[in-house]
């Protein structure tokens, strides 16, 4: 059974620093997907990653995998407040989710 | 393009009543899901059709919940009779047959029961 942690899962950041967030997860798979939540509202898509040593990036936002460690990072660069939400990696083709990590950006 | 659409967003019941919502997934797109996510947790997969017919129910607790999808486009999950563990959001997804099968999100109808 595919199981998938995140870590931390609450992460208090300030303003203009630069942290991660990490997904492992436990078999092998061909995919991974980073997801946004707000509160209140649905999941957002994020990225998509389909290969080892992957790595895509949306503004302050950069995603990588490495499928032969089992785990991806989400790197955040100079955080800004608009990032404060709750960030779900999923892996596989049926998409497990993992528990989130809720990020919050303080000034 | 339009998104997924759900119905209702919000409900409240009483525990051993029925509850349905539905759910129109992004036009064209084949696969469509039902995830429950509890509050503070990740979606869980509950079941998943490719067009009309079921592809994965196996985490859709089939004494009491049950969903279709008639015409292959709109569906419908249903809960009867509902649990008070039953209280998170129900989130509908749809997809194409595409390379890598990313998923469009609904905006979730949240389940209170009382």
């Known amino acids: 059974e595919l199981k998938v942690e995140q870590n931390p899962l609450f992460l208090s950041m300030q303003e203009e620093k630069n942290y991660t967030i990490y997904c492992n997860y436990s078999?092998?798979?061909?995919?991974l997907y980073w997801y946004r939540q707000d509160p209140g509202k649905s999941l957002e898509s994020l990225f998509v990653?389909?290969?080892?040593?992957a790595v895509k990036q949306e503004g302050r936002l950069m995603a990588s995998l490495d499928t032969k460690a089992r785990l991806s990072t989400l790197h955040i660069t100079a955080a800004v407040h608009d990032l404060s939400a709750t960030y779900f990696c999923?892996?596989?083709?049926?998409?497990?989710f993992g528990k989130g990590t809720k990020l919050t950006v303080n000034p | 393009e339009a998104g997924v659409a759900q119905s209702p967003r919000y409900k409240i019941i009483e525990k051993r009543q029925s509850v349905a919502f539905w759910c129109n997934p992004i036009?064209?797109?084949?696969?469509l899901y039902w995830y429950q996510q509890i509050l503070g947790q990740g979606p869980k997969l509950l079941i998943q059709?490719?067009?009309?017919?079921?592809?994965?129910d196996s985490q859709l607790p089939k004494d009491r919940f049950s969903a279709e999808r008639l015409k292959g486009v709109d569906s419908t999950l249903k809960i009867q009779p509902a649990k008070l563990e039953d209280s998170a959001v129900y989130l509908c997804?749809?997809?194409?047959?595409?390379?890598?099968?990313?998923?469009?999100f609904g905006p979730g109808t949240r389940l209170t029961v009382l």
């Open positions: 997804a749809s997809a194409t047959r595409g390379s890598y099968n990313e998923q469009f």
């Open positions: 990653l389909l290969s080892n040593g």
């Open positions: 999923a892996v596989g083709q049926k998409l497990v």
């Open positions: 036009s064209g797109h084949a696969t």
């Open positions: 059709f490719q067009n009309n017919g079921v592809v994965d």
């Open positions: 078999t092998t798979s061909d995919r």
